[in-house]
């Protein structure tokens, strides 16, 4: 029941009708984004997983978050159970064969999967604002050291790049000041504390190389297959602004890497963004603005994004206008907010005259889901009370040694487990720190020499003064003068070798960041 051009997802039903009418997402139109809600309980990860199964056969790679570890079966052959093989039977899926499918797993802690890892500079000062929840006088001057990062040509792949830069802005307080506004050492430290905190939740494993390839998660097998990305995220979870910045970056990543498609005949990419809620809670309204660019722009990169959360009312109004294929578990309508939750739901849809969407939504049993894709011209179709297709692949998690067997076979097994720490901010820093300390201690031992040579000298006339002929005053004034002339002439060419150091080393640092200021994209990222 799936043809080349379309993923089945369920069959919808008329009245005493039984379920007989297929209900499929065109794939032409799955780059215009998606909407998957419920309450807990109500079908929503089966129905991703239904999904990503259907993209990977379709040849779509697939990014999703394994929030519970209960994605983590879609890497294993399913097993004949009666209450799947009775669903597939009511929905007429003829034959319901099981499949195991092409999977990559990830983990930012590199437990559970291929380490995920970007770097400072990749990231940037706007998503790691958001990240350390920085205060707007702190984001200014995290602006600031990415702007002297990038003028002064100082790589920051990890935490200690940002931590010595961090400290050396602090030490030149004062000049940066004249150049970019006040920095604040207050702020600084504020920084610095919130680094310390991040570092203590994991942050420092995320921070570093080698980063992240996008072309590494968008992977076909020989077969034609798409790859199924899936990222451990039951222990990431625990730091939810972690979790969300991080998959708000992918996303961001594609939309700098990837070139312009329009509207190809499949997407490029599908991307499943599980308790979407954390990408929008308390983020300020600039970056609300900039999450609504990426999403209204990144389908024209072949890029589908699916937002998948327990509320419609979760998603700004900004970005909902714009996913156009949504999926409705059920919810409850027990407060207030939930009633205007399903509500909000129910007018969301194209109307359809067989029942009431706002009493169809509060009574759908568990795998049924009200279902409105985009048809052709990319109108939205009339909504439908559907029952999900049951997965092919196993329903629940796989054990630690199919993880690992996985892991070792995996197509980038190998490429991402060992940290490589290059020449970057902080060996710079400290480079520099120890030449401006020799520097110093040069010039402190050129300047006890002088005073070592003036004092040798001053004794000298005294002795010259006190041993003139017959005591007659005057007398040998003409080699006191000439020993006069040689101290000036040591003291003018000892300030002289200090300036020329000190321009030399001016030039130097001038010379080497020519050319060095990066270009940044729509969220801060480097643009390659």
């Given at each position: 029941m799936t043809a080349n051009d379309r993923i089945f997802i369920g069959a919808s039903r008329k009245p005493d009708d039984g379920y007989q009418k297929p209900e499929e997402l065109l794939l032409k139109y799955a780059n215009r984004h998606g909407l998957v809600t419920g309450a807990t309980g109500t079908g929503k990860t089966v129905t991703l997983q239904i999904l990503a199964e259907s993209f990977s056969n379709a040849g779509v790679p697939v990014f999703a978050?394994?929030?519970?570890?209960?994605?983590?079966?879609?890497?294993?052959?399913?097993?004949?159970?009666?209450?799947?093989?009775?669903?597939?039977?009511?929905?007429?899926?003829?034959?319901?064969?099981?499949?195991?499918?092409?999977?990559?797993?990830?983990?930012?802690?590199?437990?559970?999967?291929?380490?995920?890892?970007?770097?400072?500079?990749?990231?940037?000062?706007?998503?790691?604002?958001?990240?350390?929840?920085?205060?707007?006088?702190?984001?200014?001057?995290?602006?600031?050291?990415?702007?002297?990062?990038?003028?002064?040509?100082?790589?920051?792949?990890?935490?200690?790049?940002?931590?010595?830069?961090l400290a050396n802005i602090s030490e030149r307080a004062d000049e940066i000041s004249r150049r970019y506004g006040n920095v604040a050492k207050a702020s600084v430290g504020a920084i610095q504390r919130s680094l310390l905190v991040l570092e203590r939740q994991g942050g420092e494993m995320f921070f570093g190389e080698p980063a992240l390839r996008i072309s590494d998660i968008m992977r076909t097998t020989p077969d034609g297959r798409g790859a199924i990305n899936v990222l451990a995220a039951d222990k990431l979870m625990m730091n939810p602004r972690l979790y969300a910045t991080f998959l708000l970056w992918l996303l961001s990543e594609l939309f700098e890497e990837l070139p312009e498609v329009g509207d190809p005949d499949k997407p490029r990419l599908i991307f499943f963004f599980d308790e979407a809620h954390l990408l929008f809670d308390e983020a300020p309204p600039v970056l609300l603005q900039r999450i609504e660019q990426v999403v209204r722009l990144i389908r024209s990169k072949g890029v589908g994004v699916f937002f998948v959360t327990q509320n419609p009312l979760d998603v700004p109004d900004t970005v909902l206008s714009q996913l156009g294929n949504r999926i409705q578990h059920a919810l409850r309508a027990y407060t207030p907010r939930e009633q205007k939750a399903v509500k909000t739901a129910a007018e969301t849809f194209r109307p359809n005259p067989d029942f009431d969407c706002y009493e169809a939504i509060t009574a759908l049993g568990v795998g049924e889901a009200l279902v409105s894709t985009l048809e052709a011209k990319g109108v939205p179709s009339m909504v439908q009370r559907t029952l999900i297709r049951p997965p092919s692949s196993r329903l629940g998690p796989i054990d630690d040694a199919e993880r690992a067997k996985l892991i070792k076979l995996s197509p980038v097994a190998g490429q991402y487990d060992e940290t490589v720490d290059r020449v970057s901010a902080y060996e710079e820093l400290q480079k520099r720190a120890k030449q401006a300390a020799l520097e110093e201690a040069e010039a402190k031992r050129r300047v006890e020499e002088e005073a070592t040579r003036e004092e040798q000298l001053r004794r000298e006339e005294e002795e010259q003064s006190s041993g003139t002929p017959w005591g007659i005053p005057g007398f040998g004034d003409d080699s006191r003068s000439k020993s006069r002339s040689r101290t000036t002439r040591r003291r003018m060419s000892n300030r002289q070798t200090v300036a020329e150091a000190a321009v030399k080393s001016v030039v130097r640092s001038v010379g080497s960041s020519l050319g060095r200021a990066l270009v940044r994209g729509i969220l801060g990222s480097l643009r390659r």
């Amino acid at each position: 029941m799936t043809a080349n051009d379309r993923i089945f997802i369920g069959a919808s039903r008329k009245p005493d009708d039984g379920y007989q009418k297929p209900e499929e997402l065109l794939l032409k139109y799955a780059n215009r984004h998606g909407l998957v809600t419920g309450a807990t309980g109500t079908g929503k990860t089966v129905t991703l997983q239904i999904l990503a199964e259907s993209f990977s056969n379709a040849g779509v790679p697939v990014f999703a978050a394994d929030i519970k570890g209960d994605l983590s079966g879609i890497a294993t052959m399913g097993e004949p159970k009666d209450f799947l093989t009775k669903r597939a039977e009511a929905i007429r899926l003829e034959p319901y064969e099981f499949q195991e499918f092409p999977v990559i797993f990830w983990d930012l802690f590199g437990e559970q999967g291929h380490p995920i890892r970007t770097t400072i500079s990749e990231m940037g000062p706007l998503l790691l604002s958001r990240l350390m929840n920085l205060s707007d006088a702190q984001e200014g001057v995290l602006n600031i050291a990415f702007e002297i990062a990038d003028e002064e040509g100082l790589l920051l792949l990890d935490m200690k790049d940002l931590r010595s830069l961090l400290a050396n802005i602090s030490e030149r307080a004062d000049e940066i000041s004249r150049r970019y506004g006040n920095v604040a050492k207050a702020s600084v430290g504020a920084i610095q504390r919130s680094l310390l905190v991040l570092e203590r939740q994991g942050g420092e494993m995320f921070f570093g190389e080698p980063a992240l390839r996008i072309s590494d998660i968008m992977r076909t097998t020989p077969d034609g297959r798409g790859a199924i990305n899936v990222l451990a995220a039951d222990k990431l979870m625990m730091n939810p602004r972690l979790y969300a910045t991080f998959l708000l970056w992918l996303l961001s990543e594609l939309f700098e890497e990837l070139p312009e498609v329009g509207d190809p005949d499949k997407p490029r990419l599908i991307f499943f963004f599980d308790e979407a809620h954390l990408l929008f809670d308390e983020a300020p309204p600039v970056l609300l603005q900039r999450i609504e660019q990426v999403v209204r722009l990144i389908r024209s990169k072949g890029v589908g994004v699916f937002f998948v959360t327990q509320n419609p009312l979760d998603v700004p109004d900004t970005v909902l206008s714009q996913l156009g294929n949504r999926i409705q578990h059920a919810l409850r309508a027990y407060t207030p907010r939930e009633q205007k939750a399903v509500k909000t739901a129910a007018e969301t849809f194209r109307p359809n005259p067989d029942f009431d969407c706002y009493e169809a939504i509060t009574a759908l049993g568990v795998g049924e889901a009200l279902v409105s894709t985009l048809e052709a011209k990319g109108v939205p179709s009339m909504v439908q009370r559907t029952l999900i297709r049951p997965p092919s692949s196993r329903l629940g998690p796989i054990d630690d040694a199919e993880r690992a067997k996985l892991i070792k076979l995996s197509p980038v097994a190998g490429q991402y487990d060992e940290t490589v720490d290059r020449v970057s901010a902080y060996e710079e820093l400290q480079k520099r720190a120890k030449q401006a300390a020799l520097e110093e201690a040069e010039a402190k031992r050129r300047v006890e020499e002088e005073a070592t040579r003036e004092e040798q000298l001053r004794r000298e006339e005294e002795e010259q003064s006190s041993g003139t002929p017959w005591g007659i005053p005057g007398f040998g004034d003409d080699s006191r003068s000439k020993s006069r002339s040689r101290t000036t002439r040591r003291r003018m060419s000892n300030r002289q070798t200090v300036a020329e150091a000190a321009v030399k080393s001016v030039v130097r640092s001038v010379g080497s960041s020519l050319g060095r200021a990066l270009v940044r994209g729509i969220l801060g990222s480097l643009r390659r």
